[in-house]
């Protein structure tokens, strides 16, 4: 007799509830065409390289190069400090050849994860410094957000309000920004998209931390589950390259949708905040090691953990995938990842992070 597989049995229980909880139209399916490379360079985290500033934070610079060879950039959340990825973009440009340095007042496109203040702070700050360069600056003047809760109001016990888009949106639509709320999958270029808010999870991850209620739009208080947290997705001939700020959704959940809805069964790579830091450890009933089994079912070959993955972490899933120091890493300031060359921290004397 075949015995299932630990992943066919989650999946085929994920199946059922999706089915349930998702009626997806047509038409928001993705494409599936496929970039030709990719690039990700991380503006913010915790672990710093030399000159910048680190922070309890996330953000990354998304660069694609599309089948048809135009180039798509994207900046992938905005750091938890006003100046923070001005500032570290500032250093890494001084020490960067002409042809190749950053240039933030050219990105039209951002996308918020989710509302928290570690991922939306420099919003309004990178836009206001574009245009003061440029008073026409299209600069960071759509904004994708994963649903109407990014601005529902998570009122504290003192009257003051922990929802800092709460007082922010008005900052940025002063400004000419434009917020695009999506709660399905969105296509931002050919091979690019976004899950939207309201990832199903049918996995009880529980990847957050406990937290003051929010505010539903009739009054009523309601657990704050971050709904609206979203991950971007890129498919690449290599597979799924997957960009999280947090993974409130949960990683598996994330992962398990993205391949539902693009057809597509292998995640090349995972990158970004996946909140871990609270999963149990050390038995095969424990989380972590769950999370390790199913990523590993996914065909993950690089894991870039940053911001609230936590250390540990990294190096606890490393060891049970049997990873090595150069495919499971800690993120810091400077982490490059590319479909060609894989995870590439700092250039030695250069990093102050750790692995």
């Not at 059922?16 to 985290?45: C, G, N, R, W, Y």
């Amino acid at each position: 007799m075949t015995v299932p597989s630990f992943r066919s049995v989650y999946l085929a229980a994920a199946t059922i509830l999706f089915s349930l909880f998702v009626q997806m139209p047509s038409h928001a399916l993705p494409s599936k065409e496929m970039v030709q490379d990719v690039q990700v360079t991380v503006l913010s985290d915790m672990a710093i390289s030399r000159w910048t500033h680190g922070e309890w934070g996330f953000s990354a610079l998304v660069e694609a190069t599309l089948k048809d060879g135009s180039k798509k950039t994207i900046l992938f959340d905005t750091g938890g400090e006003p100046q923070t990825v001005l500032y570290n973009v500032e250093k890494i440009n001084a020490k960067r050849p002409a042809g190749d340095k950053i240039d933030l007042c050219s990105i039209r496109e951002v996308i918020l994860s989710h509302n928290h203040q570690d991922h939306t702070m420099g919003l309004v700050a990178i836009r206001q410094h574009c245009l003061k360069k440029d008073p026409q600056s299209k600069a960071l003047s759509v904004a994708y957000v994963g649903g109407p809760e990014t601005f529902w109001p998570r009122p504290l016990k003192d009257g003051g309000d922990d929802n800092v888009m709460v007082q922010e949106k008005p900052k940025y639509e002063a400004l000419g920004g434009l917020f695009v709320e999506h709660v399905r999958p969105k296509t931002l270029a050919p091979g690019i998209w976004l899950t939207g808010g309201h990832v199903p999870r049918p996995f009880a991850e529980k990847n957050w931390s406990p937290s003051d209620p929010m505010q539903t739009p009739d009054g009523k208080l309601v657990d704050d589950i971050i709904p609206e947290s979203q991950a971007l997705v890129i498919n690449t001939v290599k597979g799924l390259v997957v960009i999280t700020g947090c993974g409130h959704a949960g990683l598996i959940n994330i992962l398990d949708y993205a391949t539902r809805t693009s057809g597509t069964g292998k995640v090349h790579t995972v990158i970004g905040g996946f909140h871990l830091f609270r999963q149990e450890k050390g038995s095969a009933e424990g989380q972590l090691d769950w999370t390790a089994k199913m990523l590993l079912s996914f065909g993950v070959e690089h894991f870039l953990g940053a911001h609230c993955t936590g250390f540990d972490r990294v190096h606890y899933l490393r060891e049970k995938m049997n990873m090595d120091s150069h495919h499971a890493v800690i993120s810091s300031i400077q982490t490059v990842f590319s479909l060609s060359k894989g995870i590439e921290p700092p250039k030695p004397g250069i990093n102050h992070g750790v692995q």
